[in-house]
């Protein structure tokens, strides 16, 4: 295990390096000519955190102890459940309450279509999310915990990075047309809304990780966000009326942030009881 100060080096030299990459990514590109889509410069916005995450435990000290990589999945079955039922509880409970208020309409919706749609997204997102939770949960998490931070300020820094990564995607190399069927919104203001939301889901995954001590259940966790809570939006399963996206959209709304929030401090007191009252850091 390194020392805090090989950790703290670390982090910053990780951070640096994740917050920039895309936007060193989209220069390539305009250098190149490359103007959108799946460009040179999104693959390396894609792979250079696990690249500086695998350099960083490999040689400069911070080694391998803490990466979560084992599955332990005998002895947390529930939590497993939890990763696999968090989205989509959750957002049902937005879809009920979007028709109850009639904020949502339910005209293009197919049981078979959407079930099918995302069985046939699960094993690709699984795919893609194993490299993207090994950097985030599987490194940068269990290194920000081990400087013994307040809780709460784990979660700002943890999500903020996350967050702050996802810019160049939402202004470069995401398709207008894709964030076009998702919100009415400006690009730029579906940007800003994005930290925040990143920022509170960040809460739920910081605390499944300590509860299990591996990476696996947030694998998990996010494949299903993913493939059940993205096709809705992205293929037209649902209609949310402009006006009330701010309140219902289960995936910026305010609804949503309230009940994900919810769900991770409800996963921090159950981690409190069982370990006190600091920050667990177990080698996970």
Not at 54 to 70: H, S
Request: charged share 15%; net charge positive; glycine share 8%.
């Amino acid at each position: 295990m390194s020392s805090p100060k090989t950790t703290l080096r670390n982090l910053i030299i990780f951070a640096v390096i994740v917050i920039f990459s895309g936007w060193i990514g989209h220069g390539l590109d305009l250098l190149a000519g490359n103007h959108s889509g799946e460009t040179p410069g999104m693959l390396l916005w894609l792979i250079l955190p696990l690249i500086t995450m695998l350099i960083l435990r490999t040689f400069a000290g911070d080694g391998w102890k803490d990466a979560g990589l084992k599955p332990k999945l005998k002895s947390n079955i529930r939590w497993y459940l939890i990763a696999l039922a968090a989205y989509p509880v959750i957002t049902l409970l937005i879809l009920l309450t979007g028709r109850l208020t009639g904020w949502i309409s339910f005209d293009n919706f197919s049981s078979t279509l959407f079930l099918n749609a995302f069985a046939i997204a699960l094993i690709p997102n699984f795919i893609k999310n194993i490299p993207e939770e090994f950097v985030w949960r599987g490194y940068l998490t269990p290194k920000v915990v081990y400087l013994k931070l307040n809780d709460f300020m784990v979660y700002l820094i943890v999500g903020s990075i996350w967050a702050l990564w996802h810019i160049p995607y939402y202004l470069f190399f995401l398709d207008d047309s894709t964030i076009q069927s998702v919100t009415s919104l400006h690009k730029l203001h579906f940007m800003l809304l994005s930290i925040p939301v990143m920022i509170v889901w960040t809460v739920a995954y910081v605390e499944l990780r300590l509860l299990t001590g591996s990476v696996w259940p947030l694998v998990v966790m996010h494949t299903i966000e993913d493939a059940f809570v993205n096709p809705l939006l992205l293929d037209g399963y649902i209609h949310i009326s402009a006006d009330k996206e701010l309140w219902i959209s289960p995936i910026y709304g305010c609804l949503s942030i309230l009940l994900y929030g919810l769900l991770g401090l409800g996963l921090r007191k159950i981690r409190k009881k069982k370990a006190g009252n600091t920050m667990m850091y177990h080698g996970c």
